[in-house]
């Protein structure tokens, strides 16, 4: 055994490993060791150091945490087996050590008996939180009948068990009380009243949990003769005198759910504003590609243009410029898409572009394509001079640049 | 938005209206697209009288089961008596398949269709039963499990947890169809010897 026995060492072992930790506390018994090997947190070297520090087991070529770490994280976490054996332990050391104050009064006694009250206390409100949980745990998920009873008795007879230290320790108390009168020590006096006030607290919550078992019981008990029902209409059935022997068809045409009567979803009608939205193209676009309606995709990419271009006839030329516009701009890297159109050198043969339309180019890029393109939703501004009117203006736009994986590999470069 | 909030709606109304309008059930223990948390809005008192009192207004009413929720209508008559009495007739054939089976399929089950037909195989009572369960097309057992699986995954009862290792589970809803069985009174010639059926109707 080489597990360390400095609280600083294990702490910084496992604080250096905690994603493995974390790993293999959330999936116990199914990592194997090359799983655990080909993650990047861990290498073959530190994997051995942990096996040798008794931290990792490995079994068969499954890795598993130490037990003990196991069921420290279960502990503060409140999950895991109920294990009251604990309790009783705790109760037969207390015992032990009130009958050592009873012969010599010495403080380390008193320390010992306060110490044990504290744990007895904090281990029954914790065994009964996992108690409520792994009933419920079993009810809900538990897939073998048997099994699933034969817990649930089991959780039953847990149950009773807490119960039963409850009373001992109550008796416990009640017994020592002149006792710890003599002692006249505040701190014992708040650990006592406290124990006290949380085993009534306690024993409330043993109670509820134990209707709870009874009812998961009975409804389990339920199901299984629902079933033997069901076995005997099914008989009945076959005997082609389910409508005449039984009351089905009254019990049928009772009921009441919407399925089964045939109630359909309300359905509404899209709103005619709403298609004109950017959201309604999208949707028309989606419905048009179902349906492979071109007619329908070319119309709607051109009543975009329509709203944007003063000049049909150079519309045109652009659209059809606008896709190895969106390709040349893509593969650059140094402006965005803002600034490259306001600076790009248009052929001669579409004539001067102006401001206002570089500027409507700009938004319907950002439009049609804007799966291609990083929306940074951050604006930049700028200034420019207005050709009619002759003011300074200021001018706003959120910044676009090139497609995502260009940002990621230029990030993965640095 | 305005109108909810001046209803003293909780925000997962729609939701919750989308998924049983539809006519499907909302269980405690369903998990898929939030509907244990869907359940959990609808169980808590004060968000169930206002919900009830809003869906009242539009002829819907919430009807609350053994740890589920499902819509009926008001002031409807219920209709297709016929499609209803063959549906349910379909579902005693399943409920009667499930519970011959060794490993009993019950609420919070997880089973795998192909494990189904596996026990359908080794078992010629079994098999039998799901060879004569009518309107299925499929020609193995496996497939016939399947559309089994399928259809009452439709119904709200199952849910598909695990596409990849078509893993279903069985949902609190599941309670509803064995209510219905358990209020269904046989009639005995020879006195009734047993009084199993209850009024646990909704």
Same mark, same amino acid.
Request: overall charge neutral; proline content about 2%.
């Given at each position: 055994?080489?597990?360390?026995?400095?609280?600083?060492?294990?702490?910084?072992?496992?604080?250096?490993?905690?994603?493995?930790?974390?790993?293999?506390?959330?999936?116990?018994?199914?990592?194997?060791?090359?799983?655990?090997? @080909?993650?990047? $947190?861990?290498?073959?070297?530190?994997?051995?150091?942990?096996?040798?520090?008794?931290?990792?087991?490995?079994?068969?070529?499954?890795?598993?945490?130490?037990?003990?770490?196991?069921?420290?994280?279960?502990?503060?976490?409140?999950? @895991?087996?109920?294990?009251?054996?604990?309790?009783? $332990?705790?109760?037969?050391?207390?015992?032990?050590?009130?009958?050592?104050?009873?012969?010599?009064?010495?403080?380390?006694?008193?320390?010992?008996?306060?110490?044990?009250?504290?744990?007895?206390?904090?281990?029954?409100?914790?065994?009964?939180? %996992?108690?409520?949980?792994?009933?419920?745990?079993?009810?809900?998920?538990?897939?073998?009948?048997?099994? %699933?009873?034969?817990?649930?008795?089991?959780?039953?007879?847990?149950?009773?068990?807490?119960?039963?230290?409850?009373?001992?320790?109550?008796?416990?108390?009640?017994?020592?009380?002149?006792?710890?009168?003599?002692?006249?020590?505040?701190?014992?006096?708040?650990?006592?009243?406290?124990?006290?006030?949380?085993?009534?607290?306690?024993?409330?919550?043993?109670?509820?949990?134990?209707?709870?078992?009874?009812?998961?019981?009975?409804?389990?008990?339920?199901?299984?003769?629902?079933?033997?029902?069901?076995?005997?209409?099914?008989?009945?059935?076959?005997?082609?005198?389910?409508?005449?022997?039984?009351?089905?068809?009254?019990?049928?045409?009772?009921?009441?759910?919407?399925?089964?009567?045939?109630?359909?979803?309300?359905?509404?009608?899209?709103?005619?504003?709403?298609?004109?939205?950017?959201?309604?193209?999208?949707?028309?676009?989606?419905?048009?590609? &179902?349906?492979?309606?071109?007619?329908?995709?070319?119309? @709607?990419?051109?009543?975009?243009?329509?709203?944007?271009?003063?000049?049909?006839?150079?519309?045109?030329?652009?659209?059809?410029?606008?896709?190895?516009?969106?390709?040349?701009?893509?593969?650059?890297?140094?402006?965005?898409?803002?600034?490259?159109?306001?600076?790009?050198?248009?052929?001669?043969?579409?004539?001067?572009?102006?401001?206002?339309?570089?500027?409507?180019?700009?938004?319907?890029?950002?439009?049609?394509?804007?799966?291609?393109?990083?929306?940074?939703?951050?604006?930049?501004?700028?200034?420019?001079?207005?050709?009619?009117?002759?003011?300074?203006?200021?001018?706003?736009?959120?910044?676009?640049?090139?497609?995502?994986?260009?940002?990621?590999?230029?990030?993965?470069?640095? | 938005?305005?109108?909810?909030?001046?209803?003293?709606?909780?925000?997962?109304?729609?939701?919750?209206?989308?998924?049983?309008?539809?006519?499907?059930?909302?269980?405690?223990?369903?998990?898929?697209?939030?509907?244990?948390?869907?359940?959990?809005?609808?169980?808590?008192?004060?968000?169930?009288?206002?919900?009830?009192?809003?869906?009242?207004?539009?002829?819907?009413?919430?009807?609350? @089961?053994?740890?589920?929720?499902?819509?009926?209508?008001?002031?409807?008559?219920?209709?297709?008596?016929?499609? &209803?009495?063959?549906?349910?007739?379909?579902?005693?054939?399943?409920?009667?398949?499930?519970?011959?089976?060794?490993?009993?399929?019950?609420?919070?089950?997880?089973?795998?269709?192909?494990?189904?037909?596996?026990?359908?195989?080794?078992?010629?009572?079994?098999?039998?039963?799901?060879? %004569?369960?009518?309107?299925?097309?499929?020609?193995?057992?496996?497939?016939?499990?399947?559309?089994?699986?399928?259809?009452?995954?439709?119904?709200?009862?199952?849910?598909?947890? $695990?596409?990849?290792?078509?893993?279903?589970?069985?949902? $609190?809803?599941?309670?509803?169809?064995?209510?219905?069985?358990?209020?269904?009174?046989?009639?005995?010639?020879?006195?009734?010897?047993?009084?199993?059926?209850?009024?646990?109707?909704?």
């Amino acid at each position: 055994m080489s597990l360390q026995v400095n609280v600083k060492d294990l702490l910084s072992n496992l604080y250096h490993n905690r994603g493995v930790v974390e790993l293999l506390f959330g999936q116990r018994d199914h990592i194997t060791v090359n799983e655990l090997l @080909g993650r990047d $947190d861990i290498s073959e070297e530190q994997y051995r150091k942990l096996v040798s520090l008794d931290i990792l087991y490995e079994y068969e070529n499954v890795v598993s945490l130490n037990d003990a770490v196991v069921a420290m994280f279960e502990d503060f976490m409140e999950i @895991g087996e109920v294990t009251p054996g604990f309790i009783n $332990d705790y109760i037969n050391e207390l015992k032990r050590h009130i009958k050592f104050y009873q012969e010599a009064r010495e403080m380390r006694f008193l320390r010992s008996i306060k110490k044990y009250l504290k744990r007895i206390n904090s281990t029954l409100t914790r065994e009964i939180i %996992k108690l409520q949980k792994n009933v419920d745990d079993t009810y809900k998920n538990e897939s073998n009948y048997r099994i %699933k009873l034969q817990k649930l008795e089991d959780y039953r007879e847990k149950r009773d068990t807490i119960i039963d230290f409850i009373r001992q320790t109550t008796t416990i108390v009640d017994e020592t009380r002149s006792l710890f009168n003599i002692t006249n020590d505040s701190e014992l006096f708040g650990i006592v009243s406290s124990l006290k006030v949380s085993l009534i607290e306690n024993l409330d919550f043993l109670i509820e949990i134990q209707t709870d078992i009874t009812d998961f019981i009975n409804k389990i008990q339920y199901q299984l003769d629902v079933y033997k029902k069901a076995q005997r209409l099914k008989e009945v059935k076959d005997h082609g005198t389910l409508h005449f022997k039984t009351n089905f068809r009254e019990i049928v045409s009772g009921i009441n759910t919407l399925k089964h009567n045939g109630h359909k979803t309300p359905k509404t009608k899209i709103p005619i504003d709403f298609l004109y939205s950017d959201d309604g193209h999208v949707l028309c676009k989606r419905i048009a590609e &179902k349906y492979k309606i071109t007619r329908l995709m070319v119309r @709607g990419l051109a009543d975009k243009m329509a709203g944007n271009f003063k000049d049909q006839g150079l519309v045109q030329q652009i659209k059809l410029d606008t896709e190895k516009l969106v390709e040349r701009f893509l593969t650059q890297t140094k402006l965005n898409l803002f600034e490259y159109l306001i600076e790009y050198k248009f052929p001669k043969a579409i004539g001067t572009v102006t401001f206002e339309e570089r500027l409507s180019l700009f938004v319907e890029i950002a439009m049609e394509y804007q799966n291609q393109l990083d929306f940074k939703y951050r604006l930049q501004y700028h200034d420019y001079i207005e050709a009619n009117t002759e003011l300074k203006k200021r001018l706003g736009y959120t910044l676009i640049l090139p497609l995502k994986e260009k940002a990621k590999k230029e990030k993965a470069a640095k | 938005m305005e109108e909810t909030t001046s209803f003293n709606l909780p925000k997962q109304t729609h939701d919750i209206f989308s998924v049983m309008a539809r006519g499907a059930f909302i269980s405690s223990n369903g998990s898929r697209d939030g509907m244990n948390r869907l359940y959990d809005v609808i169980n808590n008192p004060e968000n169930f009288d206002r919900l009830q009192a809003y869906f009242n207004v539009i002829r819907y009413n919430i009807e609350r @089961g053994n740890n589920f929720f499902y819509f009926s209508k008001l002031s409807e008559p219920n209709s297709e008596l016929e499609k &209803k009495l063959e549906r349910f007739e379909r579902y005693i054939d399943i409920i009667d398949l499930f519970a011959s089976m060794d490993n009993k399929i019950g609420i919070g089950s997880r089973f795998r269709p192909s494990e189904i037909a596996e026990e359908c195989n080794a078992n010629v009572r079994l098999k039998q039963k799901l060879q %004569k369960i009518p309107l299925y097309r499929s020609e193995t057992l496996h497939n016939k499990v399947r559309e089994i699986c399928d259809l009452m995954s439709r119904d709200s009862f199952l849910e598909l947890e $695990d596409e990849k290792s078509e893993s279903y589970k069985v949902l $609190d809803s599941y309670n509803y169809l064995l209510d219905v069985i358990n209020s269904v009174a046989i009639y005995e010639e020879s006195g009734s010897s047993d009084d199993t059926q209850g009024i646990i109707y909704n």
